[in-house]
């Protein structure tokens, strides 16, 4: 994984705002070869020890309702490149043709979906991006056109590494859809508020990146997953440190 020249840049990530983090991770050379290399190694093997969750789910999903196995929304990652995400699909087909933010109790998730979803399994087929290089382990959380349209100039920073299957952010914020189900406006509550908290976490992770340090952000995510809580000092403006 390396890093473009300054000047390959697209035009909207050569700004003030991203230099900081770009110098940042100008430094991080052999950091982020090791982390190429581990998403390439880590992502074949467990393609092939979750084949058959893989089948399991595909069977599962097409008798439970109509439509694809995997839902491949539009995605933004790596110098604010779209590509097509890899999903287990959870919820009824053409189901983002209304808000792209899910709520507790969306009437627009399948049987199968709840399942998927309360397990984090519609996340796994995200190894077939990891492995294609669309994502990565450890980044920001890819997000569709629509909210990286409304990002700030430093939140385009986040866009330097591809995105991520799990981030601080995303176990922080991992019951997400409890925080929108008292707002009228999904969309607006999770631009206004939610996107610049998690923003927070995501361009301190790339100030204090390090190979380890996604290594031990995997490790947490797994105990998430689990059942462990974390807790982030959403108010606070010091970034939390997971370097080692």
Partial sequence: MMLRKWDALPPEMKTEEVRK??????KKRVSLLFKRLFDIVGSLFLL??????????SIAIKIDSKGPVFYRQVR????????????????VQNADQGSQVTVSGDTRVTRVGKIVRKCRLDEISQLI???????????TRPEVPKYTERYTPEMMATLLLP???????????????ELLNASEDTDKVYI????PAKMHYNLGAIEQFSFFGDIKIMFMTML????????????SKERETVSS
């Avoid at 983090?21 to 100008?26: A, G, H, M, N, V």
């Avoid at 933004?76 to 919820?91: E, G, P």
């Fill in 21 to 26: 983090y770009y110098d940042i991770l100008k």
């Fill in 48 to 57: 092939t020890v979750l084949f058959p969750v893989f089948l399991v789910l």
């Fill in 76 to 91: 933004v990652t790596q110098y604010n490149k779209h590509f097509r995400i890899f999903k287990f699909r959870s919820m």
């Fill in 129 to 139: 991006d990891v492995l294609r290089g669309t994502m990565t382990f450890v980044g």
């Fill in 163 to 177: 995105a991520g299957v799990t981030s601080l952010a995303s176990i922080y914020y991992k019951n997400e859809a």
């Fill in 192 to 195: 206004e508020q939610i996107l």
């Fill in 224 to 235: 998430a997953v689990l059942g462990k809580k974390y807790e982030g000092n959403h108010e």
